[in-house]
């Protein structure tokens, strides 16, 4: 096999990784502070990929949707937290799943409804469509924006909660809530925001997936599986374990994809079998987090 | 008050001589349902149900999963009727085996973690389970699913009746509903089923009192695997096909719908949210192709206001002022 259509494989599998990255960033930081599951995180980034076709419909501009979705999802993940994820906390800790896991159900059929089942074909702008000539083949330049743009996502979020006063907030928060409160801070507030903060990185995914995945209600279903085993894998709260095994999981899947097809969609699950195995909290989870 | 009063009494008897009364309800309830296929429908369904609750309801653990016992339960059947043995009894027993295996498989790798990490991996694992069985066309006939199981008659020794017709077809379900209800009432009176319990409610209190929490927890997987896998062999029988959506993860979502809709930890609930839920979805189907976005509503609001489901909420209307229903277990970050 050539090692220009590894390498060339191993970018498309570095892109593709880097949307299990935004996803399991998302839920890693929900879970990390508010020990809650997103299982409407699929749902959440379907969403964002509707959100950016239908901007895109409406303006032709893709540059301003890549900036309207996630301040869109992230009001929307505002207001499912205060309205229906607020009232569960106390109860047992399955209740938000079930219930975001019901949610998920709503939204899906919500989509189905305006925009139909089909699929909602999405080209990626004029600037980034010219494949980029490197390393002696060529590849789309917009997957290249892809892994960009997510780096910089996450420096920004890096810079946000290790040089930030709200980010040290959030991370005294992961750590002892109690203490936090004590503090006099209103922890509240602080999961609603980083809930907020949670469901805008769904969406970026999803509008950033659009161009190169098919963009169908259902396209979240998939995706959830999938970042709940790169959450697995990384450790559960863990956000360099989100982004490693991320990149691991998308590397493994382009991988599987070239040299034995029909493993691609088995591959993940038994990377993620193997790991458990091994390392029962992931790679870089906290041991007795949740045992 | 008086309405309360009247359900208290009519509690009282139920609780009184359930597994008579339950009887009493299955024997009739073909007859007033508008079709006896969706009767035999909701008792599969309620079956599946029923080993789910085993997981939940008793020990508290919240499997995303299965499906792929129901689905693995449904497949084995029709392959063992196909290929095997075209005798009704064995496929049954296949499906009831291989559903309770793949548990203890599955189970090992899930059973350590609790909550969130538990339910992940269940279902991460089931959809292992669906990939592969998609992939293995020779066996499971992939996305066409598997067809034309044979209709073989129930055979006792050398008396052979033809369970086919539907109201026939759903007396011969109902002895094996009737049968694991039975069965599992006896594990769940035992002190085996007690244990359960303490399991549910105070897993360190138990461990420290000198049970193996995880190998209880184990066990009990196992059993609600292989009650599934029991439903769906049922279920393979009275489709004379299995479809592949029978180990999707909406086949798992749907048996927790119904579960939490009927009401966790008891034996009638599961039942009572599969009629509910079925029910709906024939009638809703008819009117509008996104009956779904209906029970996903109720559903979310049964998660806010009603948790205990249908039966937990009459039991709690009896009960007032004592001590209600509640699902215990660790709790989410209480506001502070």
Redesign the interface.
Known sequence: MEWTAIAMQLFTGLSLGMLYVLLALGLSII?GL????NFAHGAFYMWGAYAGVTTMAVTGNFWLALLVTPLVMGAYGLVVEKT?I??????????????T???Q??M???V??LWGTSDHPVSAPETLSMPVEMLGFYFPAYRLFVIAITLVICIVLWVFLERTSLGLIIRAGTRD??MV?ALGID??RI?WLVFGIGSALAGIAGILAAPIRSVFPEMG?AML?ES??V??VGG?GSLSGAILSGIIMGEAIALTTLFYP?MA??VI??V??IV??IR?SGLFGKAGL?? | MQIQEWLKRFIDVVSRYPLVFTLAVFIVFPFIVPYKALATQIIIWGLFALGFNVC?GYTGM?S?GHAAYFGAGAYMAGIALIRIWDNIWFSLFCAFIIGGFLALLLGY?CI??????F???T???A??IY??A??WVDMTGGDNGLRNIPAAPLSFFTLEIDIYTPLRFYFFVLAFVFLSILALNLILQSPFGHVLQAVRENDRRAQSCGYEVSNVRWLAFILSGAISGLAGGLYALYLHFVGIESLY?STS?QV??MT?LGGMGSFIGPFIGAGIFLYLEDVLSAVTP?W??F???I??LC??FF?SGVWGTIKNLSLRGRTKIR??????????
């Open positions: 879970f508010l020990t809650v599951v229906l607020r009232p569960l906390y106390g109860r047992d800790i399955n209740y938000p799943l079930l219930l896991f019901g949610l159900f709503i899906i059929e919500i189905r409804i809530p109690l409160r922890m509240n999961w279903v599986v709940f085993v959450v697995v559960m029909q969609d088995i699950f038994l993620m079998a458990l195995l029962p949740l045992e | 939940l919240l995303f790798l350590k973690r609790r909550g969130i990490y339910a992940m991996l279902l991460a694992f959809q292992l990939f592969v998609f992939q993860y979502g927790i719908m939490l996104n779904m976005i029970l996903g509503v559903f979310v998660v806010l948790p699902i215990a277990g660790a709790v989410t970050k209480p506001p502070l």
